[in-house]
């Protein structure tokens, strides 16, 4: 576990912890993945679970291969087994005295004999290459009159020429898709080690915030907006791997918003609320989870996505279900805290650049990286900021990067209408042409 | 509907419909998709569905703003809104007469006054600007100093300026994600009318599959293998937003392969199975499709994953329910068919190519296209292959593309420990630093 007092946390009887570093001072992006990295252990505990249904989770044991893949050699092609000695002989005529379909074993063969073979079956003894049945003439008699110049082990798979027995396939950590069960189920795994999921419970706030359904359009009373945070979240947190209670719109005074927090503390590894952690007065989650734990308020090098705020939520001890919740996970001591801005891009943003980091390593998973892929960019950005900007693109059909011209944190236009973004460093003007550093947002979306 | 006689595909009265190309002319991969985007008509139906659960659905209508967002004039940020008259006074005093926290409205203001006001609160009238707290220095008796310039306008999010009232914010035949919900329930839409889930049986074929736990790696017979296809498509097919019903291997003869086929047409959208389709001998699986339906045979352009066929399995009228299965899309007179090959990279590959982009049509999904991004070769590929060849690749830290050694089709390792594909034209030759297309396998797996 990491010391806490090292990391500038404060338990919140020492009072409020505001931010430790100077207030113009700000956090760099990777800075803060280092500390969530930190944040995050102990990572969940793993379990044993099918094949079919660990996609998208993380492997918790390096996957051994116990066998040679392919078994034994293999043909290659649906055709014919051949002897050395009747190689590089024209226009060869061979007597067919067995067929090998996948799944079975055939005879010895030897010189003057063809197997009939199938893609997939063990060659026989005797035999050192496969024709293809395209270059093969089946002739009266079961024979077969070999039309091409066959080489020694031409359309042989060899045994472990694909996987060797005893490599490791796939590394510990690594976060499973469809061709790792795939790789898994042939090396015979019928169950994976992986990581459990993440119970995530999910709140809004925010008095202004109203239920889409509730309210039509032109009835919306003044100041009022639809909900669209908690849309996007629980489904990101679906899309990451998680497990997700929706607990809605946390209410606005003190003693309640305490007693929803420590009530989803109990059962749930983290607890994510959007809106109300920028420095605003009209708020009661950061003083909540101060009383109950202790809060790291940060104010990110990072535009959109400025304010955001880590902490922990110290469970009650004993009224939790230990039975009820796969084991000993929520007897730790607190649950973790993630406080994202409400402005939607920012929430956005926040949630792929560090809540999803912060899962991935709470689930064990080793490597969690963006793909950057340098792209030219098709568009001018005069006016360098000085935080790191995720600037909201869109490839066109040159390959070149089209920027979308509102890059305002108020609305999920720019997400939706773009396919990536621009990884913009801090005091960085682009000109049009110019490489830049693209991120798609399908790197983001396993 | 399709008139089926115009595309070359035959009743089975009249015997196995064969390739209906010469046998070395090989279908180009965008024709086939030109063929099976024809082949999805009828799309299936669609309903509303709650915009919470409407994740990776095809959107059915165009989803247009019925309000400006946002709505009012607003603030975009916490600090004081004053009026126009005060604008341009250096270390102007002004009185705060009130407190404008989002979701409430304030009353007029006028010169001399400020109103504290919070991010999304809407702008009183009066106020022209709003100052930044940061730039302000609150003063004893409710009084404020604006420490900066302000100009008008500033800080103030105008209405609409996000979302014009009356515009298409998304179009029909979008495939949905967590962004573009957030943007439908920021304007005001609880429910979307999307494409009903495409209902997918899968089958496996092959005498030589047994599967991962039932037998141990030690323990397998000569010639016997894991099934590893079934675990990928279950998967693939699932992200592709289906409803999957996985009914095994298909039994080795004919009559109960065509019984299972038949049963499951009944139900079922699409049809899928792997194995069985190159030009061996072994299969009941073509036969017994030709004779509930039609069979297309195709030898495709590409490499891995040449076989592959596309048919429809006819429904027995009458016998279905569709009281159960949500309305009239079974009463259709036919299901599709699909059958990969049975090679893993093969059939990982032809289903990425050809069944995603069918699923995705079958759904009213308008564009339906993988993303190139021009990369840089880190290898040599000296022969050129008369097939278009999607080879599997990883990006190194220099950004350049990597290959995997061995791009056999046998195994799935290359597809694991890539990160996508270089698609190579056919008769195209790589030299080292040469650019060539990259697609990530993250645009596919959605």
Redo the contacts between chains.
Sequence with gaps: MTDMSKKGLKPSQDGPDLAPRAPKSLLDLDTALVELKEFAHPTLPSEEIS??DV?NRVLREPLLS??N????D?S?M?GYAICAEDLGVPEKVLKVTQRI?????GAPIQKGEAARI?????IPNGACAVVA?EDCTALQGDFVQINSLVLKGQSI?RAG???AKGVV??EEGSRL???????????????LCVSQVPKVALFST????V????????Q?G???????????????L??AGCSVT?LGNIADNFEQTKRSLQLAAQDHDLILTSGGV?????DHIKPSVMALGVLHQWALNIKPGKPFAYGRINRVAGSFKAQNHGGTRFEHEYAHFMGLP???VSS?MTFVLLVQPFLAYLQGQSLVQY?????RANFEWPKADRRREFLRVR?NEH?SLDLFT?Q?S????S??WG?GVVDNPPNTSIKRGEWVNFI????W??
């Design positions: 094949t079919f996609d116990l066998i893949v392919p078994a034994h293999n290659a649906d379909p996948a799944g079975t074993h199938f893609t997939g079956a063990p049945q798979r020429e694909d996987i396939v796939i898709n469809p061709a790792s069960l795939g790789i898994a189920a042939s090396l015979g795994y019928g169950q925010g008095d202004e915030l239920m889409p359904g509730d309210v039509a359009p032109d919306m003044m100041g009022k907006i639809y909900n669209s945070n908690r849309f996007f979240l629980k489904t990101l679906i899309r929706d920028s420095v605003g007065e009209e409400g402005n939607p956005y793909r950057h892929v340098p792209m490839q390959g509102n305002s108020g609305v999920l236009s997400v939706v396919d798609a947002f399908e790197s979306l396993k």
